[in-house]
């Protein structure tokens, strides 16, 4: 009976995979007709009487159950008090609400109106998120270009976030001409002021070296800034660097250390990593439970490794149960994905008929698809056999 590859590349640790930037959470002020030690009744007298800035004030105490108990829906009605009233801090927040779904539906369209309602009066935390809507294209056409020149509004004020997303914009080439060189001075200028994600994005740089000559030592030094920030991708990326021994000596202990850290983060691909380390015992006890535990972590929250990972525990009765059912499952959602292991595989169980109807043709297609895939040459060899015995 044949039974499925468990590639080396299938289950090994990832190179890192760093995300550009993360979502910019709101900024907020003080009131200057406020006092900094106002009670709430005070705040809620004033804001009564209509007065914006204790509106907004009185909004913020809401929201973050500041002196009262949290309540998403008073501060909804305060931010848009305020908002009504021209209150830029306030039309920011409200459009934070409407963007994460907080005290009111979720709507990405009102989450524009209102961050641009702020960005034009401009609010740099406005500028940056309504930037970022551009890049995702949520809640509005994407247009890299429309981002770009809101990140550059941020910039021109210092905002750390939009240096962050405006350098991933040059290394992108995305509504700019592509250039490592740009993406690296606006990556430094906002890691130089502590921020933690331009931190781990200028490891990332120093690690590949690009736009820099390559340097390990760099790396981890930019790296550890963001992990001892709590940033779960930096810890993941120091750990990586322990657990290959790249700029650090090789210390497979502190690299369970930073991908648990980031794992306990809910971070995927830190608990992907940590399930390998725990499939393989390395600087930890072997334990396929373990390992079946943080795989599965991962990939509901789909990650494409840890979903072929867990499918090849399955298929193998590796940590559990043999459950052909369940490996198709798993093969067919990285599949989906066009990971070459998940596809060979998947192909596999369509020629064995294993946890799924018997189907030849199926399965030649799926190899083609494995067989064309360049970033994996195990896999595409493997496949490559297949079909030459099944055409």
Known sequence: MKIWIIFCTALALLLGRPTLAEAAGAQFGTAAVLSANATFDQISSLAQTGNADAQFQLAKR?????GVAQDYKKALYWY????????????????VMYDTGKGVSQDKKQAVSWYRKAAEQGDAAAQDNLGQMYRDGTGIAQDYVQAVFWFRKAVEQGFTNSQNNLGAMYGTGKGVAQDNAQALSWYRKAAEQGNATAQDNLGTMYRDGRGVAQDYAQAVSWFRKAADQGYAQGQTNLGLMYDNGSGVAQDKNQAIYWYRKAADQGYPYAQDNLGTMYYKGTGVAQS??????????AADQGDVPAQANLALMYANGIGTA???GQAVYWFRKAAAQN??????NLGMSYETGQGVAQDKQQAIELYRKAAAQNDDPQARQAAQQRLSQLQ
Do not use: I
């Open 339 to 344: 990971y070459p292991q998940a596809l060979y």
């Open 288 to 297: 396929y439970t373990q390992a079946m535990y943080w795989y599965r972590k």
């Open 322 to 324: 043999q459950d052909f």
């Open 80 to 95: 848009r008090k305020s908002a009504d009233q021209g209150n830029f801090k306030a039309q920011n927040n409200l459009g």
């Open 62 to 66: 809401y929201e973050n159950g500041q």
